[in-house]
């Protein structure tokens, strides 16, 4: 038997120390060295959780903490997320001489938001969890305004109130499923989402419903789905590619588990179909709202935040369609995309610093002058579409076939409309970025990109081939117990 | 459960303050002045504090004591003064670029209460519980909310959208005082130092707004679209 209590508290203190440690330090260097460190122990941690992971929802520290598969298995995106996005900070930090002498702010904020991360998908408690999104998106939003030129600053600023305005939506949910335990379990009982799932039953539909419908709102700000998506594309393209990274790959991830564990109540309360319904309809609108938007696209790191718009509306209806084919799916996706959305930041982030410009028209011919980590970037695009053979082709056709079996058919043919325009949109991109215009004379890209810079993106790279041409027999099982299980 | 044997000098009382919070609500529409904005809201703090205070004593729930003397304390003192402070750094007194005159919006605050009043009725028949304190409880809670979403809306001042959501807080707070006033404590004393750090979070962002970006107004946040 594994302790997870000591595992989880020295997840939780390894970063807290870096980042004590930086803070004190005050030197760059230190900074690289103790956020990587911090970065490397907390990858092997969550690692640790996940192989060990437990058969069974686990509860400890007196009932603050829960450790489910599916738990785990955020915990481990984040994980990896925070070492790609650690080791590739280092490269990109370095191509901002300006930055040097607040760097050790940068990455004492990158291992808090880390933290953060790290402390939501445990938390047993509703409301525990609730807070703790909501320090995520108060820390992040510190790294999105880091380089403090407007663009940055209004981007953090829309990213906190458009999302502290949608979680108190999502608070007031927690609250009214507070409510309807109270009618069987009495005033005062622990507030768990085991609790909830057992009340639930006894909860009139119109108050179960409308407390999923709230929560939905509220942690749909935060994960993104249309139309409460306002603040996203702004969020991930300002801030710094690491901190975009770790938004898109990890914390979407984090705030859909809060819906899947919402939505699971209302399921324990005999209540599915609707809820499930609604979960699909907004992960349409997503897609719908995401593919429109990539058309007309032009900055290279907007375009991926619109493509992690697309990408949870993908996970919003692989949970919405519910059955285990479905949800396996959705759970492959998530690091699947957790992999190849870093490796995409890191690219566009690189491809930003050679040719000095956020935009994809400016970004010409990057293969003459980058062959090698613009052909990595280039094979990350045709991933993160969804082509074979890469890992979001399976897990992406799985959750068409779980669509396929669900109450919601319909729906499975709306989803591969869409990512078929997705496909061409963002590739469409590509095409020009590679045999478009020549660069104007005197703007030919100089910069040399470090092993720093590439590394992490190799490192994303291999897995997601991997994972494409191979879905190991063991993650499947895993799935399917996740699936059987609490969430 | 509390809200099923409420004597009626309590019920009354707890109406009372309820209704006592939405139309501090209403002062806020009213007004364009940040200052009476800030000032409404505390006063709206005091009185949630206040009901806090007799559930307390009504409820026999003496850790609502605590809960109410921090609510006063932070929600009705600390933060309209960090409120008021960024008021006076940022040299704006009031609203410029409304959208609508203040009898307008009273008027669709207005709405929005006999929408709330409406959705909270629904709940309650789903509940049994018509005709008691929940249907009120929730219709002030719904209806802060929408008015605090309402605010953010129509006003494009930075300080206007803090603002807002403090009242779509308070509105939270004070329907989850009556609903449930047994709800674990630490869960409502973490939720009151999670909203001084984020409206610390938010001046920090408004000062770096003004010097940076030149403007406190969401109408001048124009650079990113698309």
């Not at chain 1, 939003?141 to 663009?151: C, D, I, P, Q, T």
């Not at chain 2, 501090?24 to 949630?48: C, D, Q, R």
């Not at chain 2, 309402?150 to 308070?170: D, F, T």
Request: aromatic share 12%.
């Amino acid at each position: 038997m594994v302790d997870f209590n000591a595992l989880i508290a020295a997840l939780w203190i390894v970063p807290s120390l870096a980042i004590i440690a930086m803070l004190a330090i005050r030197r760059p260097s230190w900074g690289e060295f103790l956020n990587l460190a911090s970065a490397l122990v907390v990858f092997g941690l969550t690692l640790t959780i996940l192989v060990a992971a437990p058969n069974n929802a686990v509860v400890s520290a007196d009932q603050y903490i829960l450790i489910t598969p599916l738990g785990a298995w955020v915990l481990f995106c984040v994980g990896v997320v925070y070492l790609l996005a650690s080791i590739y900070a280092i490269g990109y930090m370095r191509l901002l001489p300006e930055e040097r002498p607040r760097l050790h702010k940068f990455y004492a904020l990158q291992a808090g938001f880390a933290l953060t991360m790290l402390i939501a998908p445990l938390m047993n408690n509703p409301g525990i969890f609730w807070i703790a999104i909501d320090f995520t998106t108060i820390v992040s939003a510190f790294l999105v305004g880091f380089e403090r030129e407007a663009e940055c600053i209004e981007a953090a600023w829309k990213y906190l109130i458009v999302v502290s305005a949608g979680l108190a939506l999502a608070l007031l949910g927690i609250i009214l499923f507070y409510w309807g335990g109270t009618f069987t379990l009495g005033p005062t009982y622990a507030l768990t989402w085991e609790n909830l799932r057992l009340t639930a039953p006894k909860v009139p539909e119109a108050l179960l419903f409308f407390s999923f419908l709230l929560t939905l709102v509220g942690f749909g700000t935060k994960v993104g789905l249309a139309p409460m998506h306002t603040w996203l594309p702004d969020a991930h393209s300002e801030g710094p590619a690491p901190a975009s990274a770790m938004l898109s790959g990890a914390l979407l991830n984090i705030a859909l588990l809060g819906i899947y564990r919402f939505l699971s109540i209302v399921d324990a309360g005999g209540y599915s179909l609707m809820s499930h319904t609604a979960l699909l309809v907004l992960g349409v609108i997503s897609l719908a709202v995401a593919g429109l938007f990539i058309v007309r696209q032009d900055g290279a790191k907007r375009m991926l935040a619109y493509s992690s718009l697309e990408h949870m509306g993908v996970l919003a209806m692989g949970f919405g369609f519910g059955g285990p084919i479905a949800f396996a799916g959705a759970m492959y996706h998530m690091i699947n995309h957790s992999l190849t959305k870093s490796l995409m930041f890191f690219g566009a982030g690189n491809m930003m610093r050679a040719y000095e410009s956020k935009s994809m028209s400016q970004m010409r011919r990057i293969l003459r002058y980058y062959p090698f980590s613009g052909g990595v970037w280039l094979l990350g695009a045709v991933a993160i579409t969804g082509a074979p053979p890469f890992g979001l082709f399976l897990s992406e056709i799985t959750i068409l076939r779980g669509g396929i079996l669900s109450a919601n058919p319909w729906a499975v043919w709306v989803m591969a409309v869409l990512l078929i325009l997705i496909f061409t949109a963002f590739l469409n991109h590509f095409r020009r970025m590679i045999w478009g215009p020549e660069p104007e004379p005197g703007k030919e890209p100089t910069l040399k990109l470090s092993l720093w810079n590439i590394l992490p993106m190799l490192l994303a790279f291999v897995p997601i081939l991997v994972l494409g041409l191979w879905w190991p027999n063991g993650l499947w099982t895993f799935f399917q117990h996740a699936f059987a299980v609490a969430p | 459960m509390l809200i099923f044997h409420l004597g009626p000098l309590a019920t009354s009382l707890f109406s009372l303050l309820a209704i006592l919070a939405l139309v501090l609500s209403f002062v806020m529409l009213g007004s364009h002045w940040l200052k009476n904005h800030v000032y409404a809201f505390a006063a709206e703090s005091w009185v949630i504090a206040a009901i806090s205070a007799s559930i307390g004593y009504y409820g026999h729930y003496p850790e609502l004591y605590i809960i109410a003397a921090l609510s006063a304390l932070f929600r009705g003192s600390l933060l309209p003064y960090l409120v008021l402070r960024l008021v006076k750094r940022l040299h704006i007194n009031r609203e410029f670029t409304p959208l609508l005159k203040p009898s307008s919006s009273m008027l669709l605050g207005a709405a929005l209460v006999i929408f709330s009043y409406e959705v909270a009725r629904q709940l309650g028949v789903s509940l049994h519980l018509t005709d008691n304190i929940a249907v009120l409880a929730l219709t002030c809670m719904f209806s802060l909310k929408l008015i605090g979403f309402l605010m953010m809306i129509l006003r494009s001042e930075a300080i206007s959208h803090i603002l807002g959501l403090l009242v779509i807080e308070n509105g939270i707070f004070l329907g989850s005082q009556i609903i449930v006033p047994g709800m674990p404590a630490l869960l409502e004393l973490v939720i009151i130092f999670d909203l001084v750090t984020i409206v610390m979070a938010f001046g920090m962002l408004v000062r770096f707004l003004q010097s940076h970006a030149g403007t406190t107004s969401s109408r001048g946040l124009q650079k990113l679209v698309g």
